[in-house]
């Protein structure tokens, strides 16, 4: 059943001409199904960040822990605020690199916090307020964005837990090309433990898996799990999609041999043809790369995008779709669509086609 209609700031308004189906449904499946090939006991930390890639944080996040996931994973203090009340406020983990300036703010929040660096060590312990804060220490094993040097973990640790305002609650590190590259991604792992065996204190809960590595080494799960890409079901044989892309036909009309089709003139007709125009465009998140690139369907059938695609429309060659009409459906993901297909035809990732999706789609849920 499809709930009321949203839009991603939460104000109803009148039907939308572009919206998007978050199958919440969907979400609880893949949660529950995540974990079958994974150690007992492993915990599953639902990746919610970026609104729920899109999606929307709140309702992922509460289908994800309905469904069994044990907690959170955000990147801003201002997204875990959000998501605080939905659990014990140190399940939730502000994953994000914060400049030191920023981590009084992190500590504010209540919630568990990664940290990488004696700087931001001091700062987390100066601004935690009441009881302990709950840190996880971040390890770079290779990544080269965040995280201390392993060498210098076992020292970190120790004056974590040696602080009476902090908590060694967790030691991460994040894997760098786990889908496609298994002997760095095993070196990477192998650098983790041998860090972590010269620890001198426990470590909290040790976790390092992204989605890749969940699905291609769940020999590396350790203690918990961060899937983000395969709690949408994006990737991950027997994971279901989570979300929908579909706006409304506009406009149908004939365009005859050698006229042209939007900014630009990048696309002109090659013969006599029905062009469809779409009520949607890159405000909402299709990417102005995929100009002339891939298709969309209308009808359950398949239609090339043609033209420039513009700030709140596309075109489509709808030739071969009989009986087109102002007030039809077409989907952008779904439908045989996969936001992988939308990502290569845009030239980027499935991640950036979902985070893109923007503020004026409105978010239907369905449970």
């Known amino acids: 059943m499809i709930g009321a209609d949203r839009t991603a700031a939460g104000i109803d308004g009148p039907a939308p001409q572009r919206w998007a189906e978050i199958d919440?449904?969907?979400?609880?499946?893949?949660?529950?199904?995540?974990?079958?090939?994974?150690?007992?006991?492993?915990?599953?930390?639902?990746?919610?960040?970026?609104?729920?890639?899109g999606h929307g944080a709140e309702p992922v996040a509460r289908s994800a822990l309905e469904a069994g996931a044990w907690g959170l994973g955000v990147s801003t203090p201002e997204e875990a605020l959000q998501m605080r009340h939905l659990c014990d406020p140190e399940q939730v983990l502000v994953m994000g690199g914060l400049a030191p300036s920023r981590c009084?703010?992190?500590?504010?929040?209540?919630?568990?916090?990664?940290?990488?660096?004696?700087?931001?060590?001091?700062?987390?312990?100066?601004?935690?307020?009441?009881?302990?804060?709950?840190?996880?220490?971040?390890?770079d094993t290779g990544m080269g964005r965040l995280g201390c040097l392993p060498e210098q973990a076992p020292a970190l640790a120790s004056r974590i837990a040696a602080s009476p305002r902090l908590r060694l609650a967790g030691t991460m590190t994040h894997f760098a090309s786990a889908e496609d590259d298994p002997e760095f991604t095993r070196l990477q792992f192998d650098r983790f433990l041998a860090a972590l065996d010269r620890f001198a204190v426990e470590p909290g809960i040790r976790h390092?898996?992204?989605?890749?590595?969940?699905?291609?080494?769940?020999?590396?799960?350790?203690?918990?799990?961060?899937p983000g890409l395969a709690t949408y079901g994006f990737v991950g044989e027997g994971l279901?999609?989570?979300l929908a892309l579909r706006a409304?036909?506009?406009?149908?009309?004939?365009?005859?041999?050698?006229?042209?089709?939007?900014?630009?003139?990048?696309?002109?007709?090659a013969r006599t043809c029905r062009v469809a125009t779409v009520a949607i465009g890159y405000e909402d998140g299709v990417m102005r790369s995929r100009s002339n690139r891939g298709w969309v369907a209308i009808d359950g059938q398949r239609a090339p995008l043609v033209g420039r695609v513009s700030m709140d429309a596309i075109t489509v060659d709808v030739s071969d779709v009989p009986g087109v009409r102002p007030g039809q459906v077409a989907t952008l993901i779904g439908d045989g669509i996969s936001a992988a297909d939308v990502g290569e035809w845009s030239g980027t990732i499935a991640h950036e086609v979902l985070t893109a999706i923007g503020n004026r789609v409105a978010r239907r849920y369905l449970e």
Request: net charge positive; charged share 20%; proline share 5%.
């Open 104 to 139: 009084a703010a992190a500590a504010a929040v209540g919630c568990a916090v990664m940290c990488s660096s004696a700087e931001m060590l001091e700062v987390l312990e100066a601004g935690a307020d009441g009881r302990r804060l709950a840190v996880h220490l971040k390890v």
């Open 240 to 242: 279901r999609p989570s």
């Open 248 to 269: 409304l036909v506009t406009r149908v009309q004939d365009v005859p041999a050698g006229q042209s089709i939007g900014y630009g003139r990048t696309w002109v007709a």
């Open 208 to 226: 390092a898996s992204n989605s890749a590595a969940v699905l291609r080494h769940p020999d590396m799960a350790l203690d918990a799990v961060r």
């Open 24 to 53: 919440l449904g969907a979400i609880k499946h893949n949660v529950r199904a995540l974990p079958a090939g994974l150690p007992r006991g492993c915990r599953l930390i639902a990746v919610v960040k970026a609104d729920g890639y």
